[in-house]
């Protein structure tokens, strides 16, 4: 399921997109050519299309996390399995364990369980309802994890952390179907950062991730040997083709060894620098991303990886964001105008979403009765109408 390609395309768009970012120029008139930040803005701020894609990160890995699972569902989660509910109460844990999995114990009972946690993280995805989504997967994953913890590793615990600050952050503000149909978003746009409490708990646990994991290679296989690398993918179990290649590369292995060591000691320390903190924490993304596309292409350690990955979205900068939608917004330079029927609230709904999930920011939404010409049109047609730059008008499917 997770494949060493996949793997490699999703770094290899990554870096594309970061070499966008670094590389574009904005124009002296642009507003956040130079923006005016203070410091613990600065440092310790996220911008809210970071939190639009943190979201969108959850959202799938709740989905894919559990149909991961549905293939072991029997023997994992049902009293027909290798831990039934009377076991685990009576060997592991007391009577208030906090599981909603231990209600039953039957294929049915799991199966509907699992699939109301697959539509909840299809909600999160989306931004629909977006707080009570995040609290719910939350809640879910909680759960999933107290039925059988035998089952577990370090990335599930991660990912717990992950969906509890993600409820105090404002993750659905943009890019979500709770933005679009927020009528207010025209008048009252949201800002384009926020510092919370939530916020700076969730950037510095991600530092400290990899500070203790850092402190905790004390052994000589990391530092002066060099390895610890080779030793991992040594092993049968969780090694992939991969890495039955590169152990025909025992210097490659140490030099592996000795940039994982460094990067993790370092790394966390420079995404507090005060200056170009932009570009240096692209880097720096781009660098964590890059270890644990190394980590999954050769081991096989399921969600961790992508877990990984995600806690380091919020890390991601306006920079990057300004210079990528300058960069979008040249390619389109010029604004449709989008005529809805203004008595109908669904169109109204449906064209704030397309605007939304399309990425036109730049699209003039309009009633058709604001226009008497147009009026006349959608009438006879029937349809909604899509004017571009130069005049034409299209109707239907073809909008």
């Not at 399921?1 to 670094?22: D, E, N, Q, R």
């Not at 992950?162 to 009252?188: K, Q, Y």
């Amino acid at each position: 399921m997770y494949t060493p390609i996949a793997l490699f395309t999703i770094m290899g768009i990554a870096s594309v997109l970061g070499a966008i970012a670094i590389f574009t120029r904005l124009p002296d008139d642009h507003p956040h050519k130079n923006p005016q930040l203070s410091l613990a803005n600065r440092l310790f701020g996220i911008d809210l299309r970071s939190l639009a894609f943190f979201r969108v990160a959850l959202g799938s890995m709740v989905i894919s996390d559990i149909l991961h699972r549905i293939p072991d569902m029997t023997a994992h989660y049902t009293d027909q399995g290798i831990l039934p509910r009377a076991d685990l109460i009576s060997k592991f844990l007391g009577k208030w364990i906090l599981s909603l999995h231990m209600w039953n114990g039957t294929e049915v009972g799991v199966t509907l369980i699992f699939g109301f946690t697959i539509f909840c993280g299809i909600c999160l995805l989306m931004g629909y309802r977006t707080k009570l989504f995040t609290f719910l997967c939350w809640l879910l994953i909680i759960s999933l994890h107290g039925r059988n913890h035998m089952v577990l590793q370090a990335g599930d615990v991660l990912f717990r952390l992950l969906l509890f600050w993600a409820m105090f952050l404002p993750i659905g503000a943009r890019f979500s179907v709770d933005s679009a149909l927020n009528s207010n978003a025209d008048s009252d746009p949201p800002p384009r950062r926020i510092l919370t409490i939530a916020g700076l708990a969730i950037l510095i646990q991600t530092g400290l991730v990899y500070v203790f994991s850092a402190a905790m290679k004390t052994h000589a296989h990391w530092w002066p040997n060099g390895e610890a690398v080779y030793l991992a993918i040594s092993i049968d179990h969780f090694a992939t083709p991969v890495a039955h290649f590169l152990l025909n590369y025992p210097q490659v292995m140490k030099y592996l060894t000795l940039s994982t060591f460094l990067l993790e000691w370092a790394g966390a320390f420079f995404l507090f620098i005060p200056v170009f903190t932009g570009p240096i924490r692209i880097g720096l993304v781009l660098a964590f991303w890059g270890l644990h596309v190394g980590f999954g292409a050769t081991l096989l350690i399921g969600m961790f990886v992508f877990v990984s990955a995600a806690s380091w979205i919020p890390y991601i900068p306006s920079y990057f964001w300004d210079r990528i939608a300058y960069a979008w917004e040249k390619r389109r330079s010029s604004a449709v105008q989008i005529f809805y029927d203004g008595e109908c609230n669904f169109c109204a709904k449906g064209v704030r979403l397309l605007k939304t999930f399309l990425i036109l920011p730049k699209a003039e939404l309009l009633t058709g009765q604001s226009s008497e010409d147009i009026s006349k049109l959608m009438d006879k047609e029937n349809s909604w109408v899509v004017v571009t730059p130069d005049g034409k008008r299209y109707l239907r499917s073809k909008a």
